[in-house]
T-cell receptor
């Protein structure tokens, strides 16, 4: 079946540090890949997406590149801020129609210290 | 920017009682979903809904669960006889299209606590 694996957390960084959150996937086919972010007390917000191999999604200084050869979609940011503290979920979506549900990874909590 | 809205934000219910969670998807969206997140665990798919019928449901979505779009705007999840293990955050989502590249937009969730 389809699955998403995220690195174990939590992750604690100092402000302005470089961030990498690893995500790999297993899928029968060619999924679209997403990063969602959940700020404290809030719902899931789409952070970025990539729909085919070698696509790079970017938003708010975050980037992730769809790597088909390594089945990965690692999230990176060059300089994190305290406001980036949140839970980050990697997800895939495969197929078409209403059957194309999102499959999520476990999520990882990021805490950024001032 | 249009958003998915969910009510209530927190629902406390006695075990065995019925509960209805409400969602208003983004107005031009056609595909609707419910997910849940048990505390500390991953977000899990429950059900997808399109053209007034269920398209897919997970093994979690048993006979105690039902969904309905009673009018042109609301999308509800009903749990007929709640159990302790139903305690979770429930998220509604919608998407404009059904393609795999279409993002799903989520509401802020309803925290359901079963006593």
């Amino acid at each position: 079946g389809n699955s998403v694996t995220q690195m174990e957390g939590p992750v604690t960084l100092s402000e302005e540090a470089f961030l990498t959150i690893n995500c790999t996937y297993t899928a029968t086919g060619y999924p679209s890949l997403f990063w969602y972010v959940q700020y404290p007390g809030e719902g899931l917000q789409l952070l970025l997406k990539a729909t085919k191999a070698d696509d790079k999604g970017s938003n708010k200084g975050f980037e992730a590149t769809y790597r088909k050869e390594t089945t990965s979609f690692h999230l990176e940011k060059g300089s994190v801020q305290v406001s980036d503290s949140a839970v980050y979920f990697c997800a895939l979506r495969l197929g078409t129609g209403a059957n194309s549900k999102l499959t999520f990874g476990k999520g990882i909590t990021l805490s950024v210290r001032p | 920017e249009p958003e998915v809205t969910q009510t209530p934000s927190h629902q406390v219910t006695q075990m065995g009682q019925e509960v209805i969670l409400r969602c208003v998807p983004i107005s031009n969206h056609l595909y609707f979903y419910w997910y849940r997140q048990i505390l500390g665990q991953k977000v899990e798919f429950l059900v997808s809904f399109y053209n007034n019928e269920i398209s897919e449901k997970s093994e979690i979505f048993d006979d105690q669960f039902s969904v309905e779009r009673p009018d042109g705007s609301n999308f509800t999840l009903k749990i007929r006889s709640t159990k302790l293990e139903d305690s979770a955050m429930y998220f509604c989502a919608s998407s404009e299209g059904g393609g795999g590249n279409q993002p799903q937009h989520f509401g802020d969730g309803t925290r359901l606590s079963i006593l």
